[in-house]
């Protein structure tokens, strides 16, 4: 199958011309006014104004929350130093796998992080993701009930609900 060329030069113009360009007459009618994307959100949409703004703060707060959860699994759960208290250990080991309990300590004690605390190393290493995938897991899960939610009663009754609910 061949492309035929076509002779009407509006068709070779590109879709989204500058806004130094002037409308241009068509052969066939009255003034064609060629619009950018920018003129065009500005024709039927407006400027950006307090509606928008107040629109777009609410959005950024609504993330917050699941924001703060996540920076605080990232600081909870590290892996801490530690250090070796009697024989048994070696102090230039990466890790205290193999190591003979009683032998090493953290550093910043027990408590310094969920790691050291529920002693998340060597093999229980992989609950670590598994508690954050499941996290995420539930907000993906959440969003989507909030979502029918919106989608079965008022939007404003959700907004009320999930402020409620999920802000402290």
Do not use: N
Request: net charge negative; glycine share 10%; aromatic share 14%.
């Amino acid at each position: 199958m061949s492309v035929i060329p076509s002779s009407d030069p509006d068709l070779r113009s590109p879709l989204l011309s500058s806004l130094e360009e002037p409308a241009r007459k068509s052969e066939k009618g009255p003034d064609v006014q060629k619009l950018t994307i920018d003129d065009m959100l500005q024709k039927h949409c407006g400027e950006f104004g307090t509606w928008q703004l107040r629109h777009f703060v609410l959005t950024c707060l609504a993330w917050a929350l699941e924001a703060f959860h996540t920076m605080v699994m990232i600081f909870a759960d590290r892996e801490p130093e530690f250090r070796c208290l009697g024989s048994g250990c070696d102090e230039m080991a990466k890790s205290v796998c193999g190591f003979e309990p009683g032998s090493w300590d953290w550093v910043g004690g027990a408590g310094s992080s969920t790691v050291a605390q529920w002693g998340l190393v060597c093999g229980e290493k992989y609950k670590v993701g598994l508690v954050q995938a499941v996290f995420f897991g539930g907000c993906m899960i959440g969003e989507y009930e909030l979502s029918l939610f919106v989608f079965f009663f008022s939007f404003l009754s959700a907004i009320y609900l999930d402020l409620c609910f999920f802000l402290p």
